[in-house]
């Protein structure tokens, strides 16, 4: 039955984004470019979610693909359904790699703030996901033409870990 509510989510969460789309079309003008005037979107992922995946992958590109992105403003946030134990271990639902893949995704957001330049790196590690091949997400740093050094350091010295971990308490406060 759970994978009976994902999917019932995941379809949700697509109506949701077109109904948000449709409706930023339809009320700003196509030579606006205020930022204020855009639709706010934020996507809340799991890295290694089959459905998250598939969404990014064969879904929100088409944002990106038909400039829809010019009226949207996307904030991708790899956390998903992680959770904190008592002694500040990291639980992903789909394993430590997930969320090894979510602190890689966290770090491209925090070094290359634009979304059309960070979607690149997280679009290549879903792509490879969905291919079982998520291991090889260093690969990513060269079909997205970014320089891997910052990130490494950023994954490996634990800011990627204190960015997500900040992000956590931002959205635990905001709400």
């Not at 693909?65 to 359904?81: C, M, Q």
């Amino acid at each position: 039955m759970g994978s009976q509510k994902q999917v019932c989510g995941f379809i949700l969460t697509w109506f949701l984004i077109i109904w948000c789309v449709c409706e930023a079309k339809v009320s700003l003008s196509s030579t606006n470019d205020n930022e204020e005037d855009k639709v706010n979107l934020s996507l809340y992922y799991e890295s290694l979610c089959p459905y998250c995946a598939s969404f990014i992958v064969n879904e929100l590109v088409k944002v990106f693909k038909t400039d829809l992105i010019s009226i949207v403003n996307l904030r991708l946030v790899p956390w998903g359904n992680t959770q904190i134990s008592p002694n500040n271990t990291w639980i992903c639902q789909h394993g430590i790699d997930e969320c090894q893949l979510d602190v890689a995704e966290a770090c491209a957001i925090r070094l290359w703030p634009s979304v059309e330049t960070h979607f690149k790196f997280i679009y290549c590690i879903e792509r490879l996901h969905l291919m079982n091949r998520h291991t090889e997400w260093q690969s990513c740093f060269g079909a997205a033409g970014f320089n891997p050094t910052a990130l490494r350091n950023c994954y490996i010295n634990g800011l990627g870990y204190q960015v997500s971990f900040f992000l956590l308490w931002i959205l635990l406060f905001m709400n």
